[in-house]
């Protein structure tokens, strides 16, 4: 099969994305495809998998039109920041892209957040419109007792309740048609959306992204996903994450392929997520690490995947032996890609370079990607240091340029000539980028600097190991040593002579200094609500336990 980059070197030199000076995705890529009312956008799956439903970009353009018809009446116009809560259910797209029609900023937000999460947000943003599911609902009305001032409007989906209106009647109540003499046009520099990035030892910071976000995702689509206009594209992710439009609709719908969308709730089921992945005709799909660690540990055999032709994972680094196991499983590679919610997809895997296993692979087109230290020049190839985005003379469409209303963290994130991303990584001689970690998640021992994605990949390999964590752990002597967090796989119990077995294990996957002198068995480990491990949580655990004092090598809870 063609794929869409034939040649990296080539497809690097002859790119541009340029903006033009007005864009707005809903109406530019969404009502131009409705153009054609039968080509399909969309297919739903209620969360059992038994129901699915499917919609064409005229079903969407009209539900969008429709909700842009419900912000005019109330007099929500562009610039006005809107607060999104709403799961994986068709509604999300309709409010979304008539957020977008008017002008208006959207604030997605994961539905697992706090009421103390959502009123940080509302108040932070001075969010003038709440949008939430009936599921969420109780949840704003705990956070904004009172203490949301900028709040005018809330508006319930699929539910009743005082003082919020109701999205169904308002949805009966307006037309689909639009009159575009009503709004004003956006620019391409105007505010799409703010995203607030997961904070594990900060409070979240407001990430701004411009109209020709949208626009900049095609790279995401065309060369990671692989897509064409006959796909069916699934990303797991839910919508209040930067991932939900990375792979639920900007790039994928440029493109022109449909996306699957699974109403998931609660705990992640590996079944019926492979069900529907073999039976939907989904051909292409992506999910975080975790998720494709979960789904190795199932029979994969009892599955057909032969309609499935492209996987990719992005979110935190795939260890190599999952990569091994899925391609065994299904005959699919999984294609790695890293990008930031101040970004989109900025180091990719893809179909037509061989893939070293473990590496981020190169820097997608039309972004310049560097590994510098803190003064902006170049690393010598294989020594680590900062992954950065170069941002002169031109800045690069699909990367935010600010912190909202941060200036400290703006100007701690770019300087001089870089956009700093916080990671590190290192390069090798043939210009593959391999993840180092975060930068204040390297452990430094003894005199050496250990990254812990390298030591997880290792315990990844293990038999008895279904997921880990590694950080630094203070010890007298060594200054710290690295310690490993271990999910063992169903039906196994921990114990002195397993620890051992994983410490030799280890020592003769990677340089023997590397292996983990300590090991804590525990049954999960603390995540993000996009599903990263929270190593930040481990780590100062770890400072708080250690009063000078250690135990044994290997210990259990």
């Known amino acids: 099969m063609q794929h869409n980059m034939v040649s990296y070197e080539k497809e690097i030199e002859e790119f541009k994305l340029e903006a033009p000076e007005f864009y707005n995705f809903a109406f530019d890529v969404v009502d131009k495809w409705a153009e054609d009312r039968t080509k399909l956008a969309l297919v739903w799956s209620d969360t059992s998998g038994r129901t699915i439903r499917k919609y064409t970009f ?138 607030f990035t997961s904070g594990t030892t900060k409070y979240p910071k407001m990430v701004m992204h411009e109209q020709s976000y949208a626009l900049a995702h095609l790279i995401t689509a065309k060369y990671w996903h692989d897509l064409k206009p006959t796909d069916l594209h699934w990303t797991i992710s839910d919508t209040g994450w930067g991932k939900a439009v990375w792979g639920k609709l900007y790039g994928q719908w440029q493109v022109g392929s449909a996306v699957f969308m699974h109403n998931a709730e609660g705990a992640f089921d590996a079944k019926t997520t492979l069900k529907l992945l073999t039976n939907m005709g989904v051909t292409s799909f992506c999910a975080p690490p975790t998720v494709y660690r979960i789904l190795i540990q199932q029979d994969l055999t009892k599955y057909d995947f032969s309609d499935l032709r492209h996987c990719t994972s992005a979110g935190e680094p795939i260890n190599p032996e999952v990569i091994k196991i899925w391609k065994n499983a299904t005959g699919n590679l999984i294609y790695d890609g890293y990008g930031q919610t101040e970004s989109i997809l900025l180091i990719a895997n893809y179909p037509c370079m061989p893939i070293k296993y473990g590496s981020m692979g190169k820097p997608v087109p039309g972004f310049d990607v560097r590994i510098v230290d803190d003064d902006g020049n170049e690393m010598p190839i294989g020594e680590p240091g900062h992954i950065a985005v170069k941002i002169k003379p031109i800045h690069p469409v699909g990367l935010t340029r600010e912190y909202y209303k941060d200036e400290q963290a703006t100007e701690e994130a770019f300087v001089g000539d870089f956009y700093y991303t916080g990671d590190r990584a290192y390069k090798d001689n043939d210009g593959y980028f391999w993840f180092y970690g975060r930068a204040d998640d390297v452990i430094k021992s003894s005199g050496y600097r250990i990254g812990p994605f390298e030591v997880e990949s290792a315990l990844q390999e293990h038999h008895a190991i279904a997921e880990s964590a590694v950080v630094a752990s203070p010890d007298p002597i060594r200054g710290n040593i690295v310690k490993a967090f271990v999910v063992l796989i169903e039906g196994v119990e921990p114990s002195d002579e397993l620890v051992r077995d994983i410490q030799e294990f280890v020592k003769h996957k990677t340089a023997p200094y590397k292996y983990p002198r300590e090991i804590e068995f525990v049954k999960e480990l603390p995540k993000t609500i996009s599903g990263k491990i929270k190593r930040a949580i481990l780590r100062r655990m770890e400072l708080e336990r250690n009063a000078g004092k250690k135990g044994s090598n290997g210990s259990f809870i």
């Open 58 to 195: 005229w079903d969407i353009s009209q539900m969008s039109n429709k909700f842009a018809n419900i912000l005019i009446s109330l007099g929500v116009k562009k610039g006005d920041n809107v607060f999104v809560m709403v799961p994986r259910i068709v509604e999300w797209y309709a409010v979304m892209l008539g957020l977008n029609k008017v002008g208006a900023v959207a604030l997605p937000a994961p539905n697992i957040l706090t009421s103390g999460d959502i009123e940080y947000r509302i108040n932070k943003s001075n969010a003038v419109m709440v949008i939430a599911s009936a599921s969420n609902a109780q949840k704003v009305d705990e956070a904004c007792n009172g203490k949301c001032k900028s709040l005018k409007h809330k508006m319930i989906i699929d539910g009743d309740l005082e003082e919020w209106l109701s999205f169904e009647n308002q949805m009966d109540k307006v037309s689909a048609k639009l009159d575009k003499s009503k709004i004003e046009a956006t620019k391409s520099t105007d505010p799409l959306l703010i995203y």
